[in-house]
């Protein structure tokens, strides 16, 4: 199965900057869609950024203008600029590729990452 790798996740200072990446390796496949989801405790996981394969992107309003998603697509990663970060941002931050992977009776598969921490102090 296609498996993601996090990384970037740790401790910034209210105002800071961090950079999260996921690279989605196994298999033969193609990515339609690359997105980062964050969960805070006691609360549901929701939608931070996404972007498909033909480079359009999408931002939850609480990050617009300050998060910045963006693909390699030679190497099968996504990345996702954090700036301007503040104590409600904190969370794990989970990464999710949707995509259709060759060799499958269903070949259509959603994969999510481990979770990378993020804690931004006030």
């Known amino acids: 199965q296609v498996q993601l790798v996090e990384s970037g996740g740790g401790l910034v200072q209210t105002g800071g900057s961090l950079r999260l990446s996921c690279t989605a390796t196994?298999?033969?496949?193609?990515?339609?869609?690359m997105s980062w989801y964050r969960q805070a405790p006691g609360k549901q996981r929701e939608l931070v950024a996404l972007i498909t394969s033909g480079g359009s992107a999408n931002y939850a309003d609480s990050v617009k203008g300050r998060f910045t998603i963006s693909t390699d697509n030679a190497k099968n990663t996504v990345a996702l600029e954090m700036n301007s970060l503040k104590p409600e941002d904190t969370a794990v931050y989970y990464c999710?590729?949707?995509?259709?992977?060759?060799?499958?009776?269903?070949?259509?598969?959603?994969?999510w990452g481990r979770g990378t921490q993020v804690t931004v102090s006030p």
């Open positions: 196994g298999g033969i496949f193609s990515i339609n869609r």
């Open positions: 999710r590729v949707d995509g259709v992977e060759y060799g499958l009776l269903v070949p259509a598969f959603s994969s």
